[in-house]
């Protein structure tokens, strides 16, 4: 069996899509898919945004199950311009598993294997991003892989740590990340974010790029997962 994360929906619908036989099902109070790639058991946990929320789930999930392997995916932000939007990052410091001692051949996408560093809120100034890059010598961020690396050491569960750059320097989030995404609420208020776009106008265009680099990033993040599990 193996298990596959994601933060939010918004980050596994186009993987969902590739699965067959897909089903919800209800583990201690959390909703799992369920399904099948390449005739593979496999299992989708959304564990919300940040910390707190994920550990939670975590706990759950793993509660009465056991897994062959656990990939932590989703989307990262870069901390520097040599990454770019599409890009797919492999955490290094996080994975316990070698793709290339497993002839997993991801040779069509572009994949760059640096350290993935968990941070506690959602970062859009370009200058803490350099701050953050000198300081961890991390190539990008997300706010949940930490907390899973440490719950799969504790089940002894492999775990390979693969993202998908949704943003770097250059191009960053078209609004403030605290209207894009509460997570206290582990929600978008979309009231708040339409008033902003109303009193800037200017940033409309950038929020329909970034929707297409989303959508981008999305479809290569399930290609290149359904890739790993049927290889592996």
């Known amino acids: 069996m193996i298990a596959v994360t994601f933060a939010l929906r918004a980050e596994s619908s186009a993987f969902l899509s590739k699965i067959r036989h897909k089903s919800l099902v209800d583990r201690n109070g959390i909703r799992v898919s369920r399904g099948e790639i390449n005739n593979r058991p496999i299992e989708v946990l959304h564990t919300g945004v940040g910390e707190k929320i994920c550990r939670q789930r975590l706990e759950k999930f793993f509660a009465d199950r056991q897994f062959d392997l656990l990939i932590s995916s989703g989307f990262a932000g870069a901390l520097n311009d040599e990454l770019h939007v599409g890009d797919l990052l492999l955490a290094r410091n996080f994975s316990t598993i070698d793709l290339s001692a497993k002839h997993v051949r991801l040779s069509n996408l572009p994949v760059c294997a640096a350290d993935l560093l968990t941070v506690a809120t959602l970062i859009d100034s370009s200058d803490e991003r350099n701050k953050l890059a000198h300081t961890s010598g991390a190539a990008a961020v997300d706010m949940e892989t930490e907390f899973i690396a440490r719950a799969c050491a504790e089940h002894a569960v492999p775990l390979l740590s693969l993202r998908v750059i949704t943003d770097t320097p250059r191009e960053s989030c ?14 978008t208020h979309m009231l708040k974010l339409a008033r902003y776009f109303l009193v800037h106008p200017n940033r409309v265009p950038r929020l329909a790029q970034f929707a297409r680099r989303m959508a981008h990033a999305r479809k290569t993040l399930a290609n290149a997962l359904v890739a790993v599990v049927r290889e592996l």
Do not use: N
């Not at 894009?180 to 929600?187: A, P």
């Open 174 to 187: 078209p609004a403030p990340p605290k209207l894009l995404f509460d997570i206290g609420q582990q929600r």
